[in-house]
Nanobody, 120 residues
Framework: QVQLVESGGGLVQPGGSLRLSCAAS????????MGWYRQAPGKQRELVAT???????NYAESVKGRFTISRDNAKNTVSLQMNNLEPEDTAVYYC??????????????WGQGTQVTVSS
């Protein structure tokens, strides 16, 4: 079993910054990749950013240059530094992790979600 706990959401003004963090715990062989998705009201969940243990990253076009994902492999944590936030970034942000039981079996896991609101 794997549990993902997010923190760092909140209310900020346009142009402000927030840093989200997620910690994975439980029983697993490896977590790879790990990252963040978000879901705005009335929209489907979309990828924000993911990263692998080797450091490869993948960002949504809408956040490139503003968001930075980082990971501590030893602690199985991932963070998302969000700068120059825009109202369009308002959403529930979910931590994502693919947990490997061994070299052959894996399952996707999601955090409970943390609210990010960008508004004046």
């Amino acid at each position: 079993q794997v549990q993902l706990v997010e923190s760092g959401g909140g209310l900020v003004q346009p142009g402000g910054s927030l840093r989200l963090s997620c910690a994975a715990s439980g029983s697993f062989f490896r977590i790879n990749p790990m990252g963040w998705y978000r879901q705005a009201p009335g929209k489907q969940r979309e990828l924000v950013a993911t990263t692998t243990t080797s450091g490869s990253t993948n960002y949504a076009e809408s956040v490139k240059g503003r968001f930075t994902i980082s990971r501590d492999n030893a602690k199985n944590t991932v963070s998302l530094q969000m700068n120059n936030l825009e109202p369009e970034d308002t959403a529930v942000y979910y931590c994502y992790a693919r947990a490997w039981e061994n070299y052959y079996n894996n399952n996707d896991h999601w955090g409970q979600g943390t609210q990010v609101t960008v508004s004046s």
